[in-house]
């Protein structure tokens, strides 16, 4: 850039000199213009030394003024530090204690996120040391010594407290800031799970692992979790499509397979899967079921299977001293036998048009026999016809219902149960 000035200003010089027409006052001129030229160079070459030299002397400044705020922060993290160390050796001893293991059972058994939160809250060994881990972790994101700092090099320091924290420490902790709202207004702690969030604090977390001895895998944890689930759901979806009564949900949801579902960990893609898809199981295991028992009662109820017992007897009328007579002493002649109607599928069929009525009984005189190998009658009586109908017409009334899927309304607000708690699990998560 110097250089082209230079030239520039010789240029002029010359064309000063040449344009001029006394040769003297041409030279005179001429030279005046390369003092000139010379002395803009050297300005030029001081003014970008100076500022050469400014700029050293600012990166210079700004180095000290990182190494102060490095060492301001380095200084104030490790008193918090010392300060959560001291608390999460009381939480420690707390939970190895008896009445420490007691409280570890109720928070992360099958109970609410809500119902943890209020077993937590205010606890005199827990919410200290979760108040100062906050500060902690808060310290590190709002005062960190780098205000352009990448997230990674915040984790840094946040790494080395999760290091220092023990396996059924970081659950509690992990549950301390899952209740982020009730009724849909966020509280204090979705600020602290956020800030979990961002320093990704539960990626080697193994929440499952406080279920069960430390020798039980996670995978044989939650696949136990999930049959026994699984089990209920199926003896629910039987017994609604049986058409009888359904009691209380035995599904469970341990808190730590929750806690799981809403932060990043090992377990955290398949446990929300799980999680918030369970409604779906119950639809296919409804159209499962159903399937299979509409295969079975189209079985069952051909005439010649739900019949069979009665299908190739006679239906005799008799007097009272003739069913006296065939019933105890065996006397049927083949003659009595022939003469009444043989009992097939068209005589049942036309039998059941009878017992739609709800009163109908069938004469009590009627016995349907038939002879053995010895000629001795077999005998079934009247009322046994009467309450084999009445179970076909009953069992053949719930096919048509199934049919029509009468029954799937009933699986809908179960359904419509268990996604509202999948929601309301999704809601606590702060993103």
């Known amino acids: 850039m110097f250089i082209d000035a230079f030239m520039a200003w010789v240029h002029h010089a010359w064309g000063v000199y040449f344009n001029k027409p006394d040769p003297y006052v041409g030279v005179v001129t001429a030279i005046g213009a390369l003092v000139t030229a010379l002395a803009?160079?050297?300005?030029?070459?001081?003014?970008?030394?100076?500022?050469?030299?400014?700029?050293?002397?600012q990166e210079a400044l700004d180095?000290?003024?990182?190494?102060?705020?490095?060492?301001?922060?380095?200084?104030?993290?490790?008193?918090?530090?010392?300060?959560?160390?001291?608390?999460?050796?009381?939480?420690?001893?707390?939970?190895?204690?008896?009445?420490?293991?007691?409280?570890?059972?109720?928070v992360r058994d099958s109970i609410t996120?809500?119902?943890?939160?209020?077993?937590?809250h205010g606890h005199s060994y827990i919410s200290p040391y979760m108040r100062v881990l906050?500060?902690?972790?808060?310290?590190?994101?709002?005062?960190?010594?780098?205000?352009?700092?990448?997230?990674?090099?915040?984790?840094?320091?946040?790494?080395?407290?999760?290091?220092?924290?023990?396996?059924?420490?970081?659950?509690?902790v992990a549950l301390n800031s899952a209740f982020t709202n009730d009724l849909g207004e966020l509280n204090q702690y979705a600020?602290?799970?956020?800030l979990l969030h961002e320093f990704s604090f539960f990626e080697h977390a193994q929440f499952y692992k406080t279920l069960a001895n430390e020798s039980v895998s996670v995978t044989k944890i939650f696949e136990d979790i999930k049959s026994k689930n699984s089990q209920d759901i199926m003896s629910t979806i039987e017994r609604i499509i049986e058409g009888k009564s359904v009691g209380k949900s035995k599904i469970q949801f341990p808190l730590p397979l929750v806690v799981s579902s809403l932060y990043e960990n090992p377990s955290h893609r398949f446990s929300e899967e799980y999680l918030f898809n369970l409604h779906n199981e119950f639809s296919v295991k409804y159209h499962h079921q159903k399937s299979i028992l509409l295969k079975k009662l189209n079985d069952d109820l051909k005439i010649e299977n739900f019949f069979k017992g009665f299908l190739d007897r006679h239906a005799i009328l008799t007097t009272p001293e003739e069913k006296y007579e065939i019933y105890e002493n065996n006397n049927l002649s083949s003659d009595k036998l022939e003469e009444s109607p043989l009992v097939d599928k068209n005589?049942?069929?036309?039998?059941?048009?009878?017992?739609?009525?709800?009163?109908?009984?069938?004469?009590?005189?009627?016995?349907?026999?038939?002879?053995?190998?010895?000629?001795?009658?077999l005998v079934y009586f009247s009322y046994s016809f009467d309450e084999e109908c009445r179970d076909y017409l009953k069992r053949n009334s719930h096919k048509k219902a199934l049919e029509a899927d009468e029954y799937w309304q009933q699986v809908e607000i179960i359904i419509a149960f268990w996604k509202s708690y999948e929601d309301e699990i999704a809601s606590k998560r702060v993103s």
């Open 40 to 57: 803009l160079v050297y300005t030029a070459k001081a003014a970008r030394a100076a500022s050469k030299s400014t700029k050293v002397a």
């Open 63 to 106: 180095h000290t003024m990182n190494n102060t705020r490095r060492d301001e922060f380095t200084r104030h993290f490790t008193l918090l530090l010392e300060q959560h160390n001291d608390q999460l050796e009381i939480v420690k001893d707390y939970l190895d204690s008896r009445d420490g293991k007691a409280f570890f059972e109720s």
């Open 113 to 120: 996120l809500k119902q943890a939160h209020e077993l937590m």
């Open 134 to 172: 906050y500060h902690l972790l808060k310290y590190i994101d709002k005062a960190f010594y780098k205000p352009d700092a990448l997230p990674e090099e915040k984790k840094g320091f946040s790494s080395l407290i999760r290091s220092l924290i023990r396996n059924d420490v970081l659950y509690l």
């Open 191 to 194: 600020k602290y799970q956020k």
């Open 347 to 377: 005589y049942i069929l036309e039998e059941l048009k009878k017992y739609r009525e709800p009163h109908y009984k069938s004469n009590e005189n009627i016995l349907f026999c038939k002879l053995n190998e010895r000629g001795l009658p």
